[in-house]
């Protein structure tokens, strides 16, 4: 009988990625930005986790620090099995086909001065020995895949709009035919009429090609839309992890509550119950976190034992998992922390 239990491809294990400050005339290093704080989930083959959160949470940073486009503070990160936290740049080479990353400003991502072609076939020219006319009919496979016309390969970006520019981005994205892709925001910066039709690429894509996506935004709606689970941000840390569906129906850190709040709700008979909750004072900086919750000095439903200690990040309902304190008596085991398969 063939397993079509979903596998994790790619697993994140108390991700930190710490920026230093430094001040004074000799530049001494005083403290340090948490950007990222020790996160744990799993991709699951062939799903799309959502990563979402306010701008500044850290998520961002946590998925570029995933592709390894830094050196990490600590933590550990395997894609497709292979352990490539703590690997060298050099011998990371090799593994880069297999993971990509869609930027969120297609204008800032490609360079203005080369032309179409060029930028899609540049993944190429690095990482494979193809022949030059090899090249050119993969680069034309690759436009008509994201919907670019291919009599348009020798234009320069800026004669394209800004959701052609993102398929651009797109195209050369999957040049190597990678497994997992970042997509960073891919539609913060275009046009809501547009966004739509990005999103709707990226599906078709995920379908054609069998990718696992990674997909951050701050956009909950366009989230709900596209994401199999939920992963909510907040300083740094992954504060609630579920199936989509459990998630909007039903969040369980007041953080997750106070976002979901906010967006519409399309059905009305559940928008008339649901009350919007403004969250009072400022996200602290992640350069000094408060101590014990994180999001304690925010916090609707905050105790004393929020401000004295850390809540852990467990698994409370079989594939949903929540860092607090509200939830210690519901707990299951304490080492199903990663956020594994709902
Ligand atoms: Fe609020 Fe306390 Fe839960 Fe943190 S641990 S989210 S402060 S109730």
Redesign the pocket.
Request: charged share 0%; proline share 13%; net charge neutral.
């Given at each position: 009988m063939l397993d079509d239990t979903p596998k994790p491809l790619v697993r994140v294990r108390d991700l930190k990625m710490h920026f230093p400050i430094h001040a004074g005339l000799l530049r001494r290093r005083v403290g340090e930005v948490k950007a990222v704080d020790g996160v744990s989930f799993d991709v699951m083959e062939g799903e799309t986790l959502g990563l979402v959160g306010e701008s500044g949470c850290g998520k961002s940073t946590c998925g570029r620090a995933v592709l390894r486009l830094y050196d990490i503070t600590a933590g550990e990160i395997s894609i497709d099995g292979r352990e490539i936290g703590t690997m060298s740049q050099t011998k990371l080479r090799p593994i880069r086909p297999t993971m990509q990353m869609v930027f969120q400003d297609p204008q800032a991502s490609l360079n203005p001065r080369m032309t179409v072609e060029a930028i899609i076939r540049e993944p190429l020219d690095e990482h494979t020995s193809l022949s030059m006319a090899e090249k050119t009919a993969k680069v034309a496979e690759l436009m008509d895949a994201v919907g670019l016309n291919r009599k348009f390969a020798k234009r320069y970006p800026h004669a394209f709009s800004g959701g052609q520019r993102q398929r651009i981005g797109i195209a050369r994205a999957l040049a190597l035919n990678p497994k997992f892709i970042v997509c960073d925001e891919p539609i913060a910066a275009l046009d809501v009429s547009i966004q739509a039709q990005v999103v709707n690429l990226l599906e078709d894509l995920q379908e054609q090609f069998g990718l696992t996506y990674l997909f951050i935004s701050h956009d909950l709606s366009m989230v709900r839309h596209i994401a199999t689970r939920v992963a909510v941000m907040y300083l740094g840390k992954i504060v609630e992890l579920a199936p989509r569906e459990a998630l909007y129906r039903d969040p369980l850190?007041?953080?997750t509550k106070a976002l979901l709040s906010a967006v519409p709700e399309p059905d009305p008979a559940l928008a008339r119950t649901s009350g919007r909750i403004i969250l009072q004072g400022d996200v602290p900086s992640p350069s000094n976190p408060p101590k014990g919750?994180n999001?304690?000095t925010r916090?609707p439903?905050?105790?004393d034992l929020?401000k004295e200690i850390e809540?852990d990040y467990r698994q409370v309902q079989p594939g949903r998992f929540v860092a607090?304190?509200?939830y210690n008596e519901t707990t299951t085991t304490a080492d199903q922390t990663a956020g594994t398969g709902a």
């Open positions: 850190h007041p953080y919750c999001f304690c916090c439903a905050v105790m929020c809540p607090c304190h509200l």
